[in-house]
T-cell receptor
Framework: DAKTTQPNSMESNEEEPVHLPCNHS???????IHWYRQLPSQGPEYVIH???SNVNNRMASLAIAEDRKSSTLILHRATLRDAAVYYC????????????FGGGTRLMVKP | SQTIHQWPATLVQPVGSPLSLECTVE??????LYWYRQAAGRGLQLLFY??????ISSEVPQNLSASRPQDRQFILSSKKLLLSDSGFYLC??????????????FGPGTRLTVL
């Protein structure tokens, strides 16, 4: 999988929106952008994925830059349960089904 | 709906002892299966993946092995544990979709401490 860059950590206040950035300047045209998160002492869970257009689901929104070199995961109202490590991962179109996890962003939510 | 089980949840083993961790998936057939390890404070490292019964691919050289004796069963083993084998072991499954859209679903994990 191509490389992504994320801040090591971010802080947010409860019930405020959170924007988690991810840079992927070497992304190719067929790479999908996936986000997973890992709550403390649990396995990662899928959050969202997209290719070119912005995506919304019940957990979050994914905003993808027009040149696709960056993306932002948006949590509309952070709760204490959203405190986790968030991973941005590029999935190559034809490179099999493995996930390569980087360091991710540790999100801390303050009450 | 699909569920993934792992056991045991925690395990403390002496150096040099054998290991067997089991993962089973319910509610789907012919899944892709994966074993990951996460050392304390570190990211996830893919150890093995399988696209079918008896088909195992290893991502890193180590003293661990994996087997898939049944379609929805994945086993991680070692003959002799090392201190460096300590960590959080996660099993995952996916539907094996092509084209970059495949999503993985993780189990609750096994926390292994080798003393």
């Amino acid at each position: 999988d191509a490389k992504t860059t994320q801040p090591n950590s971010m802080e947010s206040n409860e019930e405020e929106p959170v924007h988690l950035p991810c840079n992927h300047s070497t992304i190719s045209g067929t790479d999908y952008i996936h986000w997973y998160r890992q709550l403390p002492s649990q396995g990662p869970e899928y959050v969202i994925h997209g290719l070119t257009s912005n995506v919304n689901n019940r957990m979050a929104s994914l905003a993808i830059a027009e040149d696709r070199k960056s993306s932002t995961l948006i949590l509309h109202r952070a709760t204490l349960r959203d405190a986790a490590v968030y991973y941005c991962i590029l999935r190559l179109y034809n490179a099999g089904n493995m996930l390569t996890f980087g360091g991710g962003t540790r999100l801390m939510v303050k009450p | 709906s699909q569920t993934i089980h792992q056991w045991p949840a925690t395990l403390v083993q002496p150096v040099g002892s054998p290991l067997s961790l089991e993962c089973t998936v319910e509610g789907t057939s012919n899944p892709n299966l994966y074993w990951y390890r996460q050392a304390a404070g570190r990211g996830l490292q893919l150890l093995f993946y399988s696209v079918g019964i008896g088909q195992i691919s290893s991502e890193v050289p180590q003293n661990l092995s994996a087997s898939r004796p049944q379609d929805r069963q994945f086993i991680l083993s070692s003959k002799k544990l090392l201190l460096s084998d300590s960590g959080f072991y996660l099993c995952a499954w996916s539907g094996g979709l092509a084209g970059g859209t495949d999503t993985q679903y993780f189990g609750p994990g096994t926390r292994l401490t080798v003393l």
